[in-house]
């Protein structure tokens, strides 16, 4: 499985972006599929996730300001991020288990300037 993340960038408080990651290889058509963020300093968390199911899971840090949605067609997950906070600065994966392995995208940097 590799996973490519976009959307990132560089962004004001308040602001708004739309990350995407698609996913490719062999699986099945539907599959979950996490946001995780790192920030310097800091371990690495989950921010959303979105289940076969359609079912959708939020840090309470992103509650409110974060939606996550997929295209099962185009093996893509999204996440909208709207009301951006200097603390939502870090870098943004795209993770994917499957068959008791996680399978991680190389990530993209959002910053948030106040």
């Known amino acids: 499985v590799q996973l490519l993340e976009s959307g990132g960038g560089l962004v004001q408080a308040g602001g708004s972006l739309n990350l995407s990651c698609v996913a490719s290889?062999?699986?099945?058509?539907?599959?979950?599929m996490r946001w995780y963020r790192q920030a310097p300093g800091k371990e690495r968390e989950l921010a959303a996730g979105i289940a076969a199911s359609g079912r959708t899971r939020y840090a309470d840090s992103v509650k409110g300001r974060f939606t996550i949605s997929r295209d099962n067609a185009k093996n893509t997950a999204y996440l909208q991020m709207d009301n951006l906070e200097p603390e939502d600065t870090a870098v943004y994966y795209c993770s994917v288990p499957l068959m008791g392995t996680d399978y991680w995208g190389a990530g993209t940097q959002v910053t948030v300037s106040s």
């Open positions: 290889g062999t699986f099945s058509s539907v599959i979950t």
